[in-house]
């Protein structure tokens, strides 16, 4: 029979290493109560933050962009971001830091500090653990967390009362977070690789417990780098000369004439990059990621069609001289096809296997 701490020993185990939040898939609301009598509520669009996980305990650093706030009303929007709330342009960031000896396999108690308006005060979240899985080559783990404080405390003082008594909007304030963390990849502090993935068999050789060279550790943070930025950011990293080779869809970038790899900026505005695996070996860095977006905007010649683009991509690159010489681009084209509405939807892939979708002879 397994006993409690043998539960607790393994989960702390299998979450064991540095985690980075997936903003794509994580969420930190908040709700009110509305003139006494019914909840509004609301959530914050742009966050990021690590997580930092041992046998012993565990540490994070959240930071979330306040005037990301989303309440469903543009107007309200403007009430919470202004200085009666949470005076966005003076503090653009609300920032949460907490550490804890030890925690358990379900349920436990993280104590922390909550930094609203540039004023800390110390709070407690309750936390659910919701497991680990691995997909697509990346360690995902899940968290729940709840907690309540007193919005006065953090400098949040608007005190509009009704004609008969009673609050516009309470003083205290629940926080609901469903946090999505993935395992961090190796950067320049030569962390080793701890799975095998698509990347990792394409890249050959066995990259379990592998150290990094000072040159692959280098190459690696430069990608990081190159990704971080901007399409017209990019040519800092490039060799003079530098060539770029795309396959499947990238390759109708020249047909649709919007060249920067097939789209503009409302192409896919809100798009949202998480690096499940990356690898490297002499020369050369391999990636894998997966893409998240809504296409808002003219897209491989396809027109804005509102639908929400979720694919993997992976990408080369050789380095000459610290800086890319060459790299190369596939993406799951078939995925994409779907989501655009250029393919049928279908479940039963059977069929096509059977030869359904194939042309008559």
């Known amino acids: 029979m397994t006993t409690v701490d043998e539960t607790v020993r393994r989960s702390r185990e299998a979450l064991a290493g540095t985690w980075t939040v997936d903003a794509a898939h994580s969420l930190v609301a908040f709700s009110v109560v509305h003139m006494t009598i019914a909840r509004v509520t609301g959530r914050f669009e742009v966050l990021d933050g690590e997580v930092e996980v ?3 305990g565990a540490s994070v650093h959240v930071r979330v962009a306040t005037g990301s706030v989303s309440s469903g009303h543009p107007k ?9 709330f ?7 960031e609300l920032e949460f830091t907490a550490s804890c000896d030890g925690f358990s396999a ?5 104590p922390g500090s909550l930094t609203i308006r540039g004023v800390t005060r110390p709070i407690e979240l309750a936390v659910r653990t919701g497991g680990v899985v691995d997909h697509r080559g990346a360690t995902r783990a899940g968290f729940s967390a709840r907690t309540s ?6 400098g949040l003082r608007f005190d509009g009362l009704l004609a008969g ?3 516009v909007v309470s003083n205290l304030v629940d926080i609901v977070i469903e946090a999505e963390l993935v395992r961090a990849w190796p950067t320049s502090k030569g962390h080793r690789m701890h799975s095998r993935s698509l990347v990792t068999s394409l890249a050959g050789g066995d990259y379990q417990d592998v150290e990094y060279t000072e040159e692959e550790r280098r190459n690696i943070d430069l990608v990081l780098k190159f990704r971080s930025v901007s399409l017209e950011e990019r040519a800092q ?4 000369g530098a060539t770029v080779n795309r396959v499947g869809m990238a390759s109708l970038a020249e047909l649709s004439g919007l060249g920067m790899g097939g789209y503009r900026k409302d192409s896919l505005p809100d798009r949202h990059d998480v690096i499940e695996d990356i690898v490297a070996k002499a020369d050369r860095v391999w990636a894998v990621w997966s893409l998240t977006a809504t296409h808002a905007g003219e897209l491989y010649g396809f027109p804005a069609t509102g639908n929400k683009i979720d694919i993997t991509e992976m990408a080369i690159w050789r380095f000459e001289d610290g800086l890319v010489a060459e790299h190369w681009y596939f993406a799951d084209d078939f995925a994409l096809l779907r ?3 250029a393919l049928p939807e279908f479940t039963d892939y059977a069929e096509l296997t059977r030869g359904r979708w194939r042309t008559a002879e």
């Open 76 to 84: 309200r929007d403007e009430l919470i971001r202004s200085a009666d």
């Open 149 to 154: 404080l007193d919005r006065r405390e953090f």
């Open 54 to 56: 041992t046998l012993s």
């Open 165 to 167: 008594g009673g609050a």
């Open 339 to 341: 989501q655009l509405g």
């Open 86 to 92: 949470l005076d966005t342009e003076r503090f653009p």
């Open 106 to 110: 379900r349920d436990w108690m993280l």
């Open 237 to 240: 990293f490039l060799k003079p």
